[in-house]
């Protein structure tokens, strides 16, 4: 028995991080959404064998248990004593270590499809529950929608289908540790931004007022450690974009225009300059 399911790439519509735990994981205030910029991930199950194999199409990332995707097949292989092979192939078009959740995303599609190989009948809900095992993008993954993200990442609220709107994304030749710029975070000193105006922008569908309300405080981090990330930003404004910001830890940073030519205007402006480029929509 095989599946294949869709990965979306994610996007920090807004990010902040008031207060560390007392274990040391950051709280999150944060409003996310999915692109359809996905890796695809093809689970097969062979009944009465054991063991989990991950293949990808780059020699680069890890197939052992520090695949999110294979934390996420060996989880539901001991909490609901399922005795199958499990062999997962992941093709990856979302970059790495970009503040994407690729990783994040192909572990909750491994979830899914699991849950439906092995007639698990487990909610949406339960299943983002075993994600916050993995990573605190997992429980966002397996709704993979437009969603206010709160705590540790466990508490996914939806929210309105944003409006159309273009997507530039542009992923500079670097790679950020996210763990890295986490432990370089001083809460006091970061200039906090209100959640409230860009929850209420969306509530009325408003898209000027989502560009303005934009914001992401990890920028003022991971910006510090990588200036060419807010030079991106800064590029990625001047050819036209209503707004401009980055995801996650970065590098990535994506614009966004309510037109497809203002859009195509800045892939075509950001060509040479960045490593990587892509044009998307909002799912």
């Known amino acids: 028995m095989e599946i294949t399911e869709k990965a979306p790439a994610k996007l920090n519509l807004f990010l902040d991080t008031p207060f560390n735990h007392p274990d040391g994981s950051p709280e999150w205030n944060m409003i996310m959404t999915s692109v359809d910029l996905a890796d695809y991930v093809k689970i097969e199950s062979i009944p009465g064998k054991m063991g989990i194999?991950?293949?990808?199409?780059?020699?680069?990332?890890?197939?052992?248990?520090?695949?999110?995707?294979?934390?996420?097949?060996?989880?539901?292989?001991?909490?609901?004593?399922?005795?199958?092979?499990?062999?997962?192939?992941?093709?990856?078009?979302?970059?790495?270590a970009a503040g994407l959740g690729g990783g994040s995303s192909d572990a909750a599609a491994v979830l899914r499809g699991l849950n439906k190989l092995w007639n698990l009948e487990l909610s949406l809900e339960v299943l983002a529950k075993i994600g916050l095992e993995i990573d605190s993008d997992v429980p966002f993954c397996?709704?993979?929608?437009?969603?206010?993200v709160l705590g540790k990442g466990e508490k996914v609220i939806p929210l309105k289908k944003l409006p159309p709107m273009w997507v530039v994304i542009a992923k500079p030749k670097l790679s950020v540790s996210t763990p890295y710029i986490l432990s370089k975070i001083e809460h006091k000193e970061l200039q906090h931004s209100n959640i409230e105006s860009i929850?209420?922008?969306?509530?009325?569908?408003d898209y000027t007022?989502?560009?303005?309300?934009?914001?992401?405080?990890?920028?003022?981090?991971?910006?510090?450690?990588?200036?060419?990330?807010?030079?991106?930003?800064?590029?990625?404004?001047?050819y036209g974009a209503d707004a401009a910001q980055m995801s996650g830890t970065g590098p990535t940073v994506f614009g966004v225009a309510s037109k497809s030519s203002r859009a195509k205007h800045i892939v075509n402006s950001l060509k040479g300059f960045c490593h990587e480029v892509y044009l998307v929509r909002i799912l």
Request: glycine share 4%.
């Open 209 to 238: 007022d989502i560009c303005r309300y934009m914001g992401n405080v990890l920028e003022q981090v991971t910006g510090k450690e990588h200036p060419e990330v807010l030079k991106i930003k800064n590029r990625i404004k001047q």
């Open 53 to 96: 194999k991950v293949r990808t199409n780059t020699g680069f990332l890890p197939n052992d248990s520090r695949n999110l995707a294979y934390q996420a097949a060996r989880i539901l292989q001991e909490k609901y004593h399922v005795r199958a092979k499990v062999i997962i192939e992941i093709r990856k078009h979302i970059p790495v």
């Open 142 to 148: 397996v709704y993979s929608r437009t969603a206010h």
């Open 199 to 205: 929850l209420d922008a969306i509530e009325r569908e």
